[in-house]
């Protein structure tokens, strides 16, 4: 971390090395003569101090759920098995940051267990910070000095009584329980503005660091169009199977955007041995590669980006999102290999439900494109040659020297938090999350843009109902990851043998019969259906006008039509 050219610190008792600035030695080293110290790995709790005992939460750092919790031997980080999706191990067990040796730092903000109090958010301090008194008090190697949010109090604690405090964290403050007091939301609102100012500074530095070191991005090999790896195929249809348009090669502008082409309305490529426009053909961009010319910059907080060098018109293609093409078990093994690495970069794509485009070492400008809320670009998926492409198509007109952008629509694995630093007025403030002020009904785009988030805690925003909605029965119960779906459920009555890991939906939004999204459900149970099976499934209830299955409405069947009627009024 920092200035690479800073000198080591090297621990006498050992081999752990830091740099010798307080960006990077660990809250709790003793500092010694010569270029030495004694790191909080050695730590001994004394016996009979209770803020010396080790103390684990009560909840999955992935899904915030209780239950039977597998618990870090050397942090308060506890989770699901499941949720980790690993074998249960053999005695002791660390979480992959105690592992990797991340330790606490000045001016880290952390949640701290003190005594009987509850979790509270406090900032390490240095200790030229930290009053006399405080100074004077017992205390050894590994411990390190905190300052109370709110309360403004200092202690000495160590890593197996805090973790770290997240973005988001306390932005609901006005949603805490009735316990909370005036001086604990108060503690709320400072850790969140002090939160935000420390990750402002930083930014800063790791901008100014990176411009120094950082002159070209990332190497990875150029390529043109998808490459299949392993399993993976590339369909290439019949040219008897390719459809024809009714262009002509005597039009103003065949198969243009402003034609009626019919292939470019079904977002079909034309083939160039099939289409009767010939060479005049306008539906080619694919094919030909007509991408906009645009070039990779350095952005002030996002990394890399892609802007225009051009204006771009709305409509226009800007390029191809390409890279190498792989299956679902080979995307998940990269993601694991990933997270063994401390790899937190991905530029994986979904182009079907058995195939990933991951431009990550193979691709082109397009892996640059960072997200926004508020894109100017969308992702549109083609039909080329009988096979899926990912285009990149303009939004609205673009000026010069843009950034270009497009919302990724994640699909966040390990049920993590990213935040989002789009800066656009209706940011969401997350990766993932539904944009301020969108409707609920907006359709999402096709291609999902997937990433790797560390497994962190992700905060409850919404009430859960106490029973099972198959059976109505209590219990340990698992909950639905969908936004705004309050459903619980036991595994027994999903005909689960565990509990599912990851964020998991329940069967509510997909159809019954052909698992596509649901647009219509029973209110008394999980049935659901799409459009296109609802028929003869559900109907309105002559009781109290909700929607039933042919099971829970006691006054029989309306026709259909009423419903559909119903339906087209939402």
Known sequence: IGNFACRLLKCV???????????????????????????????????????????????????????????????????????????????????????AGKRPRIKDILWVKWARYRWWPAEVCLTKDVPNNIMRMKHDVGEFPVQFFGSKDFVWTYQARVFPYMEGDTHNIEKMGKGADVVYKSALTEAAERFKALQAEKEIKQLQEVRKNDKKPPPYKQIKVNKPIGKVQIITADLSEIPRCNCKASDENPCGPDSECINRMLLYECHPQVCVAGEKCQNQAFTKREYTQVEIFRTLSRGWGLRSVSDIKKGAFVSEYVGEMIDEEECRARIRHAQENDICNFYMLTLDKDRVIDAGPKGNEARFMNHCCQPNCETQKWTVNGDTRVGLFALQDIPKGVELTFNYNLECLGNGKTVCKCGAPNCSGFLGVRPKNQPSAEKQKDGRKRVYMKKKRQEVKKEREDDCFSCGDGGQLVSCKKPGCPKVYHADCLNLAKRPAGRWECPRHQCDICGKEASSYCEMCPSSYCKEHCEGMLFISKLDGTLSCSEHDPCGPDPLEQLKALLNLK
């Not at 270029?35 to 684990?56: D, M, Q, T, V, Y």
């Open 13 to 99: 008792r050992c081999p752990v090395a830091y740099h010798a600035n307080d960006n990077c030695i660990a809250a709790g080293s003793l500092m010694l003569a010569n270029n030495s110290f004694l790191c909080p790995n050695h730590f001994a709790p004394r016996k009979g101090c209770k803020n010396h005992e080790h103390i684990n939460v009560s909840w999955c750092f992935v899904c915030s759920e209780g239950g039977s919790l597998l618990c870090c031997e050397s942090c308060p980080a506890a989770f699901h098995q499941e949720c980790l999706n690993i074998e249960m191990p053999q005695g002791s067990w660390f979480c992959n940051d105690c592992k």
